[in-house]
């Protein structure tokens, strides 16, 4: 087995690892029972379908061809992967109810912006275009594509 080939192992593994846990919660029944933190409301449901695209999304774009070069090779692996971080925190500002984690989730779309920005400099890539980080997303009711006016940047 490659060196490419190991690591591109231990990236599924991580994934996939990461990712039962959050299949676990799809098969559970949430419609016997109401969590207290309001998740009978559907935000739950609508949460794992959004966090689940995201996860899809990201395994799709680290799937890259080697290319002979191992640093671009590793900035294309590496952008769809913190781009995933990034979406997974939106998810959790949209539906997420515990403010310390909001903050984090925060913390981590900013970071990996800067993070992805690092990268592409290093390899002499252009930046990505630039905008504002959400430091608060709307709630559930906004419809896709449209902003919260209230929402702050």
């Known amino acids: 087995m490659t060196i490419w080939s190991q690591r591109k192992a231990i990236a599924l593994t991580v994934a996939f690892l990461a990712s039962t846990s959050v299949w676990s919660a799809v098969a559970h029944d949430t419609s016997q029972h109401e969590h207290a933190n309001g998740a009978a409301d559907g935000s739950e449901a609508a949460y794992l379908a959004e966090n689940n ?69 290093a390899i002499g890539d252009p930046l990505p275009p630039s905008g504002p980080a959400p ?18 940047m």
């Open 53 to 121: 695209a995201a996860m899809d999304k990201m395994m799709v774009g680290m799937e890259v061809k080697p290319t002979g070069d191992v640093d671009r090779d590793f900035v294309a692996m590496m952008t769809p992967h913190h781009q995933g971080a990034i979406d997974m925190a939106l998810a959790v500002l949209r539906y997420g109810k515990n403010e310390q984690l909001k903050r984090i989730a925060q913390e981590i779309i900013v970071d990996q912006q800067q993070e992805i920005a690092a990268m592409k400099l």
């Open 135 to 152: 430091t608060q997303i709307a709630p559930d009711t906004t419809p896709a594509g449209s902003m919260d006016p209230n929402m702050k």
